[in-house]
């Protein structure tokens, strides 16, 4: 499968960090697809920030092996996914692009999201990431499990 074939999955910050931390689950599940070259992780400057910020605040509960082996599982994780960056978007760009959501935290990532056109956009927060903003972006905004279910009616029509 060609990477212009794979499905291109832009994960949030939630989604990713669950993935990495959860031992197993839906979050766990697309990672792997990731890594097995299934799907393509689009992988945001901004999320990425986020998520290395939230590993941090995990290290601080670990015991010192516990927190090596997290640092280590993480730098192999995306190593091996290779995923595709995103750059941060310009102070200009978020101020122009505030208006898409109506929490300004969320508008880089937003702004990283529309401007890598992914497949899906699979975030936790739906409340913040609602169909409105999908409309106004024209992204696919879902959680992992409405992710697998698309993934599986796909599988159920082509089978």
């Known amino acids: 499968m060609s990477q212009r074939e794979r499905v291109r999955l832009f994960l949030d910050s939630n989604v990713l960090t669950a993935g990495i931390v959860s031992p197993w689950g839906l979050d766990k599940a697309v990672l792997s697809l990731c890594a097995a070259r299934i799907c393509r992780l689009v992988l ?91 409309r106004r972006t024209g992204l696919r905004i879902a959680r992992p499990a409405e992710f697998f279910y698309a993934l599986s009616q796909s599988i159920a029509r082509t089978g």
């Open 44 to 134: 945001a400057e901004a999320v990425r920030e986020e998520v290395e910020e939230n590993l941090l605040l995990r290290l601080d509960r670990l015991e010192s092996e516990a927190a090596t082996r997290l640092v280590d599982d993480y730098a192999r994780l995306i190593a091996l996914i290779q995923p595709e960056i995103v750059p941060y978007p310009s102070q200009a760009e978020v101020r122009a692009g505030r208006h898409l959501i109506r929490h300004a935290a969320d508008v880089p990532v937003l702004l990283s999201a529309a401007a890598s056109r992914p497949d899906w956009f699979l975030t936790h927060n739906t409340k913040h990431f609602t169909p409105a903003v999908a």
